[in-house]
């Protein structure tokens, strides 16, 4: 497993690369707080804000939405951390560039799921009555079932104004009842 990784790294050089993009202007922004730091090509931005004994580290995606991480702080040994609710506790957390670029792109595309889901929304021919992470469903008339689905993967593969160069895929079929 560890050559398999280390191939991939290797091979990928841009996801290491990334990471440490990530976590060093993470650190740089809780090192100097109130100051903005950039991070994928301008794309991501952090910014420590000052609370009493602790701050935020704010992470802003590409779409412009702000992601936000408690008490957020480097311990002694120079790794990021912050406190998430784990099992009915604040609990320190530790993070590093390759869960930072999680946040970013779990972000990035449940708003692009999203901003479709909010377009599908408006139109009163769907009756959308489920949304999973990678998923839009509908209850349509049956006559107009297929024609409304080639529809949904449109707004679903149209991506919004923050990313218009982002490649966009879906699929799906009219079926009689969800499965």
Request: include cysteine; charged fraction near 20%; hydrophobic fraction near 40%.
């Amino acid at each position: 497993a560890y050559k398999i990784v280390q191939t991939y790294r290797g091979d990928y050089v841009e996801v290491p690369r990334g990471w440490r993009e990530l976590e060093t202007a993470a650190i740089e922004a809780i090192r100097n707080p109130g100051y903005m730091m950039d991070a994928c090509s301008g794309r991501v931005h952090f910014i420590y804000e000052q609370t009493g004994a602790g701050g935020w580290l704010k992470m802003r995606r590409p779409s412009g939405t702000w992601m936000f991480m408690p008490d957020a702080g480097i311990d002694f040994e120079g790794r990021l951390f912050y406190h998430s609710w784990i099992k009915g506790a604040w609990r320190e957390e530790s993070i590093w560039g390759g869960v930072l670029i999680n946040f970013v792109v779990q972000g990035f595309c449940r708003e692009i799921m999203y901003s479709a889901e909010m377009r599908l929304a408006q139109d009163p021919r769907y009756d959308l009555f489920l949304q999973c992470y990678d998923s839009l469903t509908s209850a349509v008339p049956a006559e107009h079932a297929a024609t409304l689905c080639d529809n949904m993967i449109h707004e679903m593969t149209t991506p919004p104004a923050w990313c218009l160069d982002f490649p966009l895929a879906a699929e799906g079929k009219p079926k009689v009842r969800y499965s």
